[in-house]
């Protein structure tokens, strides 16, 4: 079945850089546009980033431009999202999902657990 | 930028019916989909393209979209309905996904 596997939080000081990453199985990545959402705590959700199915265009929120790169690796069909000049207001669960390959719009079918991740000095 | 709005909280009795808005300016011209929230849990997809359903989302998951406000209803509300729900539109304009701030559903 599809399964999605954060991985890649944990504590991390201001300024500094964090990767996460996602991996995917049950299905191939390559098919599919996948995104990171993430949740601040006791907050909604906020959409930080997303991939289309075949990698050409990569999306972002104004909040993480220029900071974040999404990329992917079909080949461990895994997803990642490298966090630079991390802020306090990044600290946040971060999930990694998927939109489904027949969706006209962009939604969400399946999410992983999240990963956490705190920037603090 | 395009901004959803939903009240932070709901509350309705067991058996009862809730309604839970997503206020936005000319929602009904995009695609809206509601997520379903329980504590220490990811989100869920229980309402897609307006008032579709997933398989495996009860048929008491309905939803709406006209004008500003899009809708999500809960009939015949049951315990485990209490959750964190979170409307979602994709806004072309921009090419962002956005999300409304969430609505708490108690049931009392």
């Known amino acids: 079945q599809v399964q999605l596997v954060e991985s890649g939080g944990g504590v991390v000081q201001p300024g500094r850089s964090l990767r996460l990453s996602c991996a995917a199985s049950?299905?191939?990545?390559?098919?599919?546009?996948m995104h990171w959402v993430r949740q601040a705590p006791g907050k909604g959700l906020e959409w930080a980033a997303g991939?289309?199915?075949?990698?050409?265009?990569?999306y972002y929120a104004d909040s993480v431009k220029g900071r974040f790169t999404i990329s992917r690796d079909t080949s461990k069909n895994t997803l990642y999202l490298q966090m630079n000049s991390l802020r306090a207001a990044d600290t946040a669960v971060f999930y990694c999902?998927?939109?489904?390959?027949?969706?006209?719009?962009?939604?969400?079918?399946?999410w992983g657990q999240g990963t956490l991740v705190t920037v603090s000095s | 930028s395009y901004v959803l709005t939903q009240p932070p909280s709901v509350s309705v009795a067991p058996g009862q019916t809730a309604r839970i808005t997503c206020g936005g300016n000319?929602?009904?011209?995009?695609?809206v989909h509601w997520y379903q929230q329980k504590p220490g849990q990811a989100p869920v997809l229980v309402v897609y393209d307006d008032s579709d359903r997933p398989s495996g989302i009860p048929e008491r998951f309905s939803g709406s979209n006209s004008g500003n406000t899009a809708t999500l209803t809960i009939s015949r509300v049951e315990g485990g309905d209490e959750a964190d729900y979170h409307c979602q539109v994709w806004d072309s304009s921009s090419a962002r996904v956005v999300f409304g701030g969430g609505t708490k559903l108690t049931v009392l």
């Open positions: 999902a998927r939109k489904p390959m027949a969706a006209a719009g962009t939604l969400f079918d399946s």
């Open positions: 000319n929602i009904g011209s995009k695609g």
């Open positions: 991939i289309s199915y075949d990698g050409s265009d990569k």
């Open positions: 049950g299905f191939t990545i390559s098919s599919y546009a």
